[in-house]
């Protein structure tokens, strides 16, 4: 594998379910990200991760948690959604935080409540 | 804090002409700006960025973007239009130190043939 890889790429979970969204990057990276992406919105930044530290939650509701056990795998724990949480989900990573840095994208998990 | 306004949220083009997209940031300190490509069922790709130095900047697949500070604008061109460039693009901006990149609403390029 190379780059960044998500899994499940599709999900339907119902609103009482409790789902969990993978990401692992291949790249050697030190941050990791999670992003929001609705139909016409920009991206809504989640939550970052530097060095396996949490250092960025942009008051996400707490039915989304994020674990980073390590580097290169982060998780997105799901738990009684709501409707409106149907979007594209898109893990990122870069080498480090900071602004200067690009980040590379993985394919995202396209997530529908019902 | 940081923004980005992409004018147009759909832009077509015939095959072979001009593409220019537009994009105004907002910043209080010198910004980073980048460009990225989503084509369907993908992640977002890196076309360019902009840190310090050259304002010019040139990307992959023969793009590019200027930065210009008197209008604070980095809008981004390629001279002949592709069909494999009908993709949604973003533009993003982010500041020295800081963790969040703002991105814009995306702009839509179809390309007819």
């Known amino acids: 594998e190379t780059g960044v890889t998500q899994t499940p790429r599709h999900l339907v979970m119902g609103m009482t379910n409790k789902k969990s969204l993978k990401c692992e990057q291949h790249l050697g990276h030190n941050a990791m990200y999670w992003y929001k992406q609705s139909a016409k919105k920009p991206l809504e930044l989640m939550f970052v991760y530097n060095f396996k530290e949490q250092t960025e939650n942009n008051s996400v509701p707490s039915r989304f948690s994020p674990e980073c056990p390590n580097s290169s795998h982060l998780f997105l724990h799901l738990h009684t959604l709501q409707p409106e949480d149907s979007a594209l989900y898109l893990c990122a990573s870069s080498q480090a935080t900071g602004g200067w840095y690009e980040q590379y994208f993985g394919p995202g998990t396209r997530l529908t409540v019902t | 804090a940081q923004s980005v306004t992409q004018l147009g949220s759909h832009v077509s083009v015939s095959e072979g002409a001009l593409v220019l997209l537009r994009c105004n940031y907002s910043?209080?300190?010198?910004?980073?700006l980048f460009w990225y490509v989503q084509y369907p069922n993908q992640g977002l790709q890196l076309l360019l960025k902009y840190t310090t130095g050259a304002t010019l900047v040139k990307g992959i697949n023969g793009f590019e973007a200027e930065f210009k500070k008197s209008e604070t604008s980095f809008h981004l061109t390629k001279p002949s239009a592709h069909m494999s460039d009908a993709a949604e693009y973003f533009c993003?901006?982010?500041?020295?130190?800081?963790?969040?990149?703002?991105f814009g609403a995306g702009t839509r390029l179809t390309v007819k043939p």
């Open positions: 993003a901006v982010s500041e020295p130190g800081n963790n969040d990149m703002r």
């Open positions: 910043s209080s300190v010198p910004p980073y």
